[in-house]
């Protein structure tokens, strides 16, 4: 089993929809991110968590530490955010450790 | 700024060889960590290093290695290179350590395909 799981894998929505992409990992960490990596893959580190919730734009970033999840959401979703949404820990080996990846794709 | 800048973009070797690619990081930016990513294994720590120091390394064979220089540019090698190799590989450049929560930038990435 997985240290991070994601799901789901790939999610296929209407422009303007509410999108949710799910993390849960099953070790203590220091710190969780999500990452954004377009075709052609450049990654962006869009959020980095410990606890709470953070915002910027249109995506916002929610930890709950003692269930072990994370989750990221897209309000009024867009093309353009079509990309491989990936959620990564740290634990205490200090090491980043990758879910496999959401899939997202935003039809017009 | 310039951002993380990885050098070459793609590159092709033949199974055997070795192979040297190169990191420059954010100016100001101490921490470099090298990572591998394939469509079978995803995304890979690969190994991290701090003020010329290595900090981490994942669990890769002893034929990936690297270093850090005093102006904080890295460079990891893989020598007699497989098949297997063939990957996306990453580096990504932090104010600080990994382990102290600083934020990491990604560069590019070089592409390796080895035949």
């Known amino acids: 089993k997985n240290e991070v799981e994601q799901s789901p894998q790939n999610l296929t929505a209407q422009e303007g929809e509410f999108i949710t992409i799910n993390c849960s990992y099953s070790?203590?960490?220091?710190?969780l991110h999500w990452l954004q990596q377009h075709p052609g893959g450049g990654i962006v580190s869009l959020f980095m968590l410990s606890s709470g919730k953070k915002k910027h734009g249109r995506l916002i970033a929610t930890i709950n530490i003692q269930e072990k999840h994370s989750s990221l959401h897209i309000t009024a979703s867009h093309p353009r955010d079509s990309a491989v949404y990936i959620c990564a820990v740290i634990a205490g080996n200090e090491k980043l450790t990758f879910g496999t990846g959401t899939r997202l794709t935003i039809i017009p | 700024k310039a951002g993380v800048t990885q050098t070459p973009r793609y590159l092709i070797k033949t199974r055997g060889q070795q192979v040297t690619l190169s990191c420059s990081p954010i100016?100001?930016?101490?921490?470099v960590s090298w990572y591998q990513q394939t469509p079978g294994q995803g995304l890979q720590f690969l190994f991290e290093?701090?003020?010329?120091?290595?900090?981490n390394k994942g669990n890769f064979p002893g034929r990936f290695s690297g270093r850090q220089f005093s102006n904080s540019r890295s460079e990891m090698n893989v020598s007699t290179l497989e098949l297997g190799d063939s990957a996306l590989y990453l580096c990504a450049s932090s104010l600080g350590p990994s382990g102290a929560n600083y934020e990491q930038y990604f560069g590019p990435g070089t592409r390796l395909t080895v035949t």
């Open positions: 100016s100001g930016h101490r921490s």
């Open positions: 290093y701090f003020s010329e120091t290595q900090r």
């Open positions: 070790v203590g960490i220091s710190a």
